[in-house]
């Protein structure tokens, strides 16, 4: 059980104090006939629980806790840090961050804080130990919340402040500054340091920036925030060890190295918000579902997306009916315990009023919370697959220093290489034939996978190359990978590096092709043809047998892709990866769950099979097996049709 509720998780973001009291009867009311059991309370409420300095007020949250108690329904207890209140801002104004330009932000939005400034930390510390204790035997208290989407709107801060712990966080790093200066490789443009005190944060200077700094500047923001989350869960643990501790995640965020993250936390929980407008939204979303899962390796919680429209697009789409549910039950499928939504009532003020809610501003008699209701029959009679765990034989492996160095400013072949579209260059076709997925970080032992796809290793150390080469599945690496070391300084001999012997081939030199440029690959033996766009590499086997070359313009005839035994290296960007992953899955033993058509997304979940249907029109297929759909209870196999944005929960018979 990820929380202290039993079966699957139901509701979302609540903020009472939005309301006046007489609206809290009718809130949990509904909530108890929706089937809500779980809510996520005063995430921004600072303000409002210290409205003086020391000057706590928690008589209103005391009994909004209680009726949700008395209703049956549990709390998922936000520590409510994720927003300073205006007093302490005024009373201490070198809390607010400072942006790269030198700039202070003003009070008036959230997440007004430097992540460094030892007063927000003491604050927060103080505020988290005083909820502790106020709520510490509360019956309705099931996981603690510490702050909100770290990152969402303040990653970074440029004051003096997080300038002097960026200074002691090199100095950990580094020892002393000779040891700072071989690793940024000062001696480029004249950057050679005397002392730490000579170093800054990378703010905005005459021209590019040296990437090793940025590069610390990223692990270095990642880490500050993650300091702040460890004061908080430290302070909750002191007080009520046995409350899990979550803080909400936001998919495949570049700032934040979730892997580290998630090591600290009990519960992995995640924010996902498909865009509407995006028919290929969901692949994205269960990649990220994916990595959720991965993360921890078991159940994870989806603990906000939206019940139809956001408010922070450009153009906030509605989803269409049925969507809300799919959606939910596409997370079910790839490991969540539950599906929690922003937010509970829709607000009637403030920059969320247009975002969408379980129940929305035109009330019961609406189409909204018809959808609610039906999404909580559904999950109720889902309630049995909660904690089952997901088996998958394929690894995709990422790694957030890899991507920070990649998409470093200024300073790369080309800029055209964004780590989320390489990703999802392999996912899209897994996805599509039903194959399941891990996430895994570089260095990992993956001698549990029969084949692991890296799709970008730029940076890629000798341990992490080790682990690669001891792995006994097959592997498909990617262009641009085995780069630079752990300092952004390219390996002897260049790419790829340390992968060198592994996959056999040097790379002579990059070949970033021109925006819209093709260059065609001829497959070896058979003649079948493909292409490639934004990327191509001139590369030199050493003793790999070329898969495919390159055919026409400046590289014609040099090889493209190359294989050495059980390792594959693609030194380009394949308009279409399918035929080559479909060969490496046959050759690895590795069998879709079901054969679906095109837009039916089949998942297995331990007994459960998932088939949904993210289509708008009627879907048939053929059952592997039969079973019961746990949906409407009737036994299935053979030939099925699900029907336009439907789906079937199979629980497979005679499986384990
Ligand atoms: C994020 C935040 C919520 C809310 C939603 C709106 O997920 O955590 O507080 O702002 O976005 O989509």
């Not at 510390?125 to 603690?144: C, E, K, N």
Request: charged residues 20%.
């Amino acid at each position: 059980m990820l929380t202290r509720v039993p079966g699957l998780l139901f509701g979302g973001d609540y903020n009472p104090e939005q309301w006046p009291e007489e609206v809290w009867a009718e809130d949990v009311r509904l909530m108890a006939e929706a089937g809500v059991n779980l809510v996520t309370v005063a995430v921004f409420s600072w303000s409002r629980l210290e409205p003086r300095p020391g000057g706590f007020d928690f008589g209103w949250l005391d009994r909004v806790l209680d009726l949700l108690h008395e209703h049956g329904i549990a709390a998922d207890l936000a520590t409510a840090t994720a927003t300073p209140p205006p007093w302490l801002v005024r009373e201490h104004p070198e809390v607010m961050p400072v942006d790269s330009s030198g700039t202070r932000l003003e009070f008036g939005s959230r997440q007004g804080y430097c992540p460094s400034s030892p007063v927000f930390r003491e604050h927060t510390v103080r505020l988290a130990r005083a909820m502790a204790t106020r709520y510490s035997s509360h019956p309705a208290l099931a996981m603690w919340h510490v702050g909100n989407e770290y990152a969402d709107h303040t990653l970074e801060c440029f004051c003096p402040v997080s300038a002097a712990h960026f200074r002691r966080w090199l100095r950990e790093r580094y020892g002393d500054v000779d040891g700072l200066n071989a690793a940024w490789g000062t001696s480029c443009w004249g950057q050679h340091y005397t002392g730490f005190e000579q170093v800054e944060p990378p703010r905005r200077a005459p021209g590019p920036v040296n990437p090793a700094q940025v590069l610390d500047w990223r692990r270095f923001c990642s880490d500050a925030l993650l300091e702040c989350f460890l004061l908080e869960r430290d302070a909750l643990r002191e007080i009520t060890p046995d409350v899990p501790v979550t803080t909400n995640f936001m998919s495949i965020l570049h700032g934040l190295d979730y892997w580290k993250w998630a090591a600290e936390e009990d519960v992995v929980s995640d924010d996902a918000y498909p865009d509407p407008a995006d028919p290929d939204a969901h692949v994205a979303v269960a990649l990220s579902y994916d990595l959720m899962r991965s993360l921890k390796g078991g159940p994870w919680l989806l603990l906000e997306s939206a019940p139809s429209a956001v408010s922070w697009r450009e153009v906030n789409l509605p989803k269409p009916p049925g969507v809300m549910r799919l959606h939910s039950l596409q997370a079910l499928a790839h490991g969540s315990d539950g599906a929690m939504f922003f937010q509970w009532r829709q607000a009637r003020y403030g920059p969320e009023k247009f975002h969408s809610a379980l129940l929305p501003h035109a009330g019961t008699d609406t189409r909204g919370w018809r959808e609610t209701l039906e999404l909580g029959r559904d999950l109720r009679a889902l309630g049995e697959i909660a904690g089952t765990p997901t088996a998958a034989e394929v690894a995709l492996v990422l790694g957030w220093d890899s991507w920070w160095g990649l998409e470093a400013p200024e300073s790369m072949p080309s800029d055209r290489l964004k780590l989320k579209r390489l990703l999802l260059d392999w996912y899209a076709p897994l996805h599509a034939r039903g194959v399941a997925v891990d996430l895994a970080p570089p260095g990992r032992d993956l001698s549990g996978y029969r084949l692991v796809i890296v799709p970008n290793l730029y940076l890629c150390t000798e341990e992490q190359a080790a682990a690669l080469a001891s792995a006994p599945g097959r592997l498909i690496v990617g262009p641009f990978s085995g780069v630079v070391d752990a300092a952004d300084q390219v390996h002897p001999g260049s790419a790829p590096g340390p992968l060198r012997e592994l996959l056999g081939v040097r790379v002579e030199e990059f070949w970033p092709l021109p925006d819209g440029a093709r260059q065609p690959v001829r497959f070896t033996g058979g003649g079948r043809t493909g292409s490639a766009s934004t990327w191509a590499e001139w590369i030199s086997p050493l003793d790999a047998e070329p898969l495919a070359h390159y055919a026409g313009g400046d590289l014609d005839g040099r090889p493209a892709i190359v294989r050495r035994g059980r390792a594959t290296y693609v030194s380009c960007l394949l308009d279409d990866v399918t035929a080559l992953l479909d060969a490496e899955l046959a050759e690895a033993g590795v069998r879709p769950v079901a054969e679906v058509p095109a837009g039916v997304e089949a998942t297995r979940r331990g007994a459960y099979l998932f088939l949904l249907n993210h289509t708008t029109a009627p879907a048939r297929l053929t059952l592997p097996c039969p079973g019961a759909d746990l949906l409407t209870g009737r036994r299935l196999r053979g030939e099925i049709e699900i029907a336009p944005r439907d789906a079937v929960v199979l629980r497979i018979e005679g499986d384990q």
